[in-house]
């Protein structure tokens, strides 16, 4: 009995003293504040996050893909994927026209869809979905094909009369979201609006709207663009490039967040000029911004983090600076990946990669995060 009760303080001793010194070495203070205005609660963050850098740990635990081999494990042009609550993984192979289904092992179950004018054939599809009704949403023109989990096609809505429709989501009400473009000819101006439509997609209302081009200037293949991703509670996360900064919409489309960060502008490199959309297109002239927009896109796990990819890239060039914010909008730490996320789902991270042969490959990585 004795040297029980003199093991346990001292395990439970070494134990605290491993936490203090381990939380010691990653945390600071959150250095932020957090005020009502209007209504809308202002999440106002500083440049430094909460946690050091090696805030999170991967662990890689699947690699689907092969340069030579079993045709089921090659791929030609990967556009998107998806995971549903089972983890298996549908693949959009925007080359071969079809979607190949793999499990959580990375074994191939099936292949489905292909080119054509037919129902649920393809003409140029661009990305895949999940639904939380549990359909596969294939988005293709301005066209979006619904199908099973096994591939059994179920209708198809068109988006023909919308000026571009495209990068749909939705929600659990079956609402669907895209970004449509308004184009007036005679004023030669151009507006990009976010817009929400119900299940048949009749127009309901616009959540948010920022200016196009105009006739007659100068395009700038850097131009500043928005992206959203719509939370478990319907809510809707807007980010415009522009400002550091990320809107929150409730389902009815009133502001109720804002979340800003401080931040220092990334000069754009002239080989990233040289590699710019512009080159491509030699009719056109040209007006390159000499700084980069405000963060390029994000993502958000199932916990409700969200994860900023920015410009910044580390000192070797190789990875990107990511930006981690919690649910409730403070900066809690900045990450390094070779890759872009692409799926977060049940403590998995998802990616296309690509290796220096130009072969693609579907990863899954286990993810801790450590605080």
Request: charged share 30%.
């Given at each position: 009995?004795?040297?029980?009760?003199?093991?346990?303080?001292?395990?439970?001793?070494?134990?605290?003293?491993?936490?203090?010194?381990?939380?010691?070495?990653?945390?600071?203070e959150?250095?932020?504040?957090?005020?009502?205005?209007?209504?809308?609660?202002?999440?106002?963050?500083?440049?430094?996050?909460?946690?050091?850098?090696?805030?999170?740990?991967?662990?890689?635990?699947?690699?689907?893909?092969?340069?030579?081999?079993?045709?089921?494990?090659?791929?030609?042009?990967?556009?998107?994927?998806?995971?549903?609550?089972?983890?298996?993984?549908?693949?959009?192979?925007?080359?071969?026209?079809?979607?190949?289904?793999?499990?959580?092992?990375?074994?191939?179950?099936?292949t489905?869809?292909?080119k054509?004018?037919?129902?649920?054939?393809?003409?140029?599809?661009?990305?895949?979905?999940?639904?939380?009704?549990?359909?596969?949403?294939?988005?293709?023109?301005?066209?979006?094909?619904?199908?099973?989990?096994?591939?059994?096609?179920?209708?198809?809505?068109?988006?023909?009369?919308?000026?571009?429709f495209?990068?749909?989501?939705?929600?659990?009400?079956?609402?669907?979201?895209?970004?449509?473009?308004?184009?007036?000819m005679?004023?030669?101006?151009?507006?990009y609006?976010?817009?929400?439509?119900?299940?048949?997609?009749?127009?309901?209302?616009?959540?948010?709207?920022?200016?196009?081009?105009?006739?007659?200037?100068?395009?700038?293949?850097?131009?500043?663009?928005?992206y959203?991703?719509?939370?478990?509670?319907?809510n809707?996360?807007?980010?415009?490039?522009?400002?550091?900064?990320?809107?929150?919409?409730?389902?009815?489309?009133?502001?109720?967040?804002?979340i800003?960060?401080?931040?220092?502008?990334?000069?754009?490199?002239?080989?990233?000029?040289?590699?710019?959309?512009?080159?491509?297109?030699?009719?056109?002239?040209?007006?390159?911004?000499?700084?980069?927009?405000?963060?390029?896109?994000?993502?958000?796990?199932?916990?409700?983090?969200?994860?900023?990819?920015?410009?910044?890239?580390?000192?070797?060039?190789?990875?990107?600076?990511?930006?981690?914010?919690?649910?409730?909008?403070?900066?809690?730490?900045?990450?390094?990946?070779?890759?872009?996320?692409?799926?977060?789902?049940?403590?998995?991270?998802?990616?296309?990669?690509?290796?220096?042969?130009?072969?693609?490959?579907?990863?899954?990585?286990?993810?801790?995060?450590?605080?």
């Amino acid at each position: 009995m004795k040297s029980k009760t003199k093991v346990i303080p001292a395990v439970l001793f070494l134990s605290v003293i491993i936490m203090l010194v381990s939380c010691g070495k990653q945390k600071s203070e959150w250095k932020g504040t957090i005020e009502e205005a209007d209504g809308v609660t202002v999440v106002n963050n500083p440049k430094e996050p909460i946690y050091s850098e090696n805030a999170v740990s991967l662990e890689e635990e699947l690699s689907i893909g092969e340069a030579e081999g079993r045709k089921e494990y090659m791929f030609s042009q990967v556009r998107s994927i998806a995971v549903d609550d089972e983890e298996n993984i549908y693949v959009l192979d925007r080359k071969e026209v079809h979607i190949k289904v793999f499990d959580k092992d990375g074994e191939y179950l099936r292949t489905f869809g292909k080119k054509g004018q037919g129902p649920g054939e393809f003409n140029i599809p661009s990305s895949i979905l999940i639904t939380p009704q549990n359909e596969i949403v294939v988005e293709d023109s301005r066209v979006l094909h619904f199908f099973t989990f096994k591939g059994e096609f179920i209708k198809s809505l068109f988006a023909a009369k919308i000026q571009f429709f495209g990068r749909t989501s939705m929600d659990s009400q079956s609402s669907i979201y895209a970004m449509t473009a308004i184009i007036n000819m005679e004023k030669g101006t151009s507006s990009y609006e976010l817009k929400k439509f119900d299940s048949n997609l009749n127009f309901l209302n616009t959540v948010a709207s920022i200016p196009g081009p105009k006739a007659g200037e100068p395009f700038d293949p850097f131009i500043p663009l928005f992206y959203w991703k719509i939370c478990e509670n319907d809510n809707i996360i807007y980010g415009y490039q522009k400002n550091y900064e990320f809107l929150v919409f409730n389902p009815e489309g009133k502001l109720i967040k804002k979340i800003v960060k401080e931040h220092t502008p990334v000069k754009i490199k002239e080989e990233e000029k040289e590699k710019s959309p512009g080159d491509s297109l030699p009719p056109l002239k040209y007006a390159l911004s000499g700084f980069h927009t405000a963060f390029f896109t994000f993502s958000l796990d199932e916990e409700g983090r969200i994860i900023v990819q920015t410009w910044e890239k580390t000192e070797d060039r190789e990875r990107y600076y990511y930006d981690v914010f919690d649910p409730e909008g403070k900066y809690i730490a900045k990450v390094s990946f070779k890759f872009r996320p692409q799926i977060w789902k049940n403590h998995k991270l998802y990616t296309i990669e690509e290796d220096e042969e130009g072969f693609q490959r579907i990863k899954r990585y286990k993810i801790t995060w450590k605080y």
